[in-house]
């Protein structure tokens, strides 16, 4: 079992920057590559960010490319969200995932990821 504990949501104004945080613990981190989803209030979940087990590759949705940065440690068991440029349409709960199947490509489906965290609200005022 993983267990993943996301932290450093909050509020922040349009324009502003925050990093998050999800710790996991459990499981060799560095055998799962790990994503990022958000859900705003009366939308589904989407997909933010992904990054590879050694992190080395990375990939965005288009809504927040060129805008955050996906990151990972594996000596601290941590993967990160360095979000900047904040706007108003980024406010939902972020969530931290891990996939553990080996794949070809980083993966940006929900259903496939095997291991969530508990999220974290971020909320951007305009």
């Known amino acids: 079992q993983v267990q993943l504990v996301e932290s450093g949501g909050g509020l922040v104004q349009a324009g502003g920057s925050l990093k998050l945080s999800c710790a996991a613990s459990?499981?060799?981190?560095?055998?799962?590559?790990m994503g990022w989803f958000r859900q705003a209030p009366g939308k589904e979940r989407e997909f933010v960010a992904a990054?590879?087990?050694?992190?080395?590759?990375?990939y965005y949705a288009d809504s927040v490319k060129g805008r955050f940065t996906i990151s990972r440690d594996n000596a601290k068991n941590t993967v990160y969200l360095q979000m900047g440029s904040l706007k108003p349409e980024d406010t939902a709960v972020y969530y931290c995932?891990?996939?553990?199947?080996?794949?070809?490509?980083?993966?940006?489906?929900?259903?496939?990821?095997?291991?969530w965290g508990q999220g974290t609200q971020v909320t951007v005022s305009s």
């Open positions: 995932a891990g996939d553990v199947a080996i794949r070809s490509y980083l993966n940006m489906n929900e259903r496939e990821y095997d291991y």
């Open positions: 990054i590879s087990r050694s992190g080395g590759n990375t």
């Open positions: 459990g499981r060799t981190f560095s055998v799962y590559a």
